[in-house]
């Protein structure tokens, strides 16, 4: 694994063995916040004063770590849950290696593969080691208020991007929640279909294309 600083000056690492970053090239934290947190619409969720959140493929934690500061920034007294799904023990110790710009990191720091729940005040992390695949089908039915959904790209890891895994998405979201990923692959568009996930293109950023976001029911 090698460090790479993207342009928003955030470190990321680039995986040499599969051949893709972590993040875009354009920017780790703005990725976050545009691909996943504005999407899903952290900011209103936080407003209720409680949200519950699912980080699949969780790596360094950005995704969620950029909600739980909008979530605070918005609502200081947010109850915040994040449930973390990630299978690769060194990428979590990666975590003390790098320094996002995100307020409230120092909380992911605390996360070790060896330590890997933590709370502050009303935040909790928990991170589930493991693969997602199996991981996903120990959690509760209709739970989350927002799924981040970034695995590697449906080329490379085409496993991740099953109908089989989008059931369980679907089954573990609220009525309410958005699914967000980066990708808008004709396959991974339509597995999320069969598994009875309604599609629509998510912001472009960062590439030509957009992102998909994904809701139970239109
Ligand atoms: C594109 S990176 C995600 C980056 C991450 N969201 C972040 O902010 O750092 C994909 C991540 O998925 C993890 N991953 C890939 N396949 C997995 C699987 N089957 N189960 C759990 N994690 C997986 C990888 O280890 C990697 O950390």
Not at 32 to 47: D, F, G, S, T
Not at 182 to 200: E, F, I, Q, T
Request: overall charge neutral.
């Amino acid at each position: 694994m090698r460090k790479i600083i993207t342009a928003d000056n955030s470190e990321s690492f680039l995986n040499e063995e599969i051949g893709e970053s972590y993040h875009s090239h354009k920017g780790a934290v703005e990725e976050a916040l545009q691909k996943y947190v504005i999407p899903c619409k952290i900011r209103e969720i936080a407003k209720t004063g409680k949200i519950r959140i699912l980080d699949v493929c969780f790596g360094l934690g950005y995704n969620s770590a950029k909600a739980v500061e909008c979530a605070l920034e918005e609502n200081p007294e947010c109850e915040i849950e994040v449930i973390g799904l990630e299978y690769d023990p060194e990428i979590i110790s990666r975590i003390q290696e790098v320094n996002p710009p995100l307020r409230g990191y120092t909380l992911y720091k605390k996360i070790t593969p060896q330590k890997t729940a933590v709370k502050e005040g009303k935040v909790t992390i928990r991170v589930v080691m493991g693969d997602a695949r199996e991981m996903i089908k120990k959690l509760e039915d209709n739970y989350f208020d927002a799924v981040f959904f970034d695995p590697f790209s449906p080329k490379t890891a085409p496993e991740m991007w099953q109908e089989t895994f989008f059931r369980e998405v679907w089954r573990v979201m609220t009525s309410k929640a958005v699914m967000a990923t980066y990708s808008c692959a004709r396959m991974a568009r339509d597995n999320m279909s069969k598994a009875g996930l309604v599609y629509d293109d998510g912001p472009i950023w960062g590439r030509r294309g957009p992102g998909t976001i994904a809701t139970k029911w239109v």
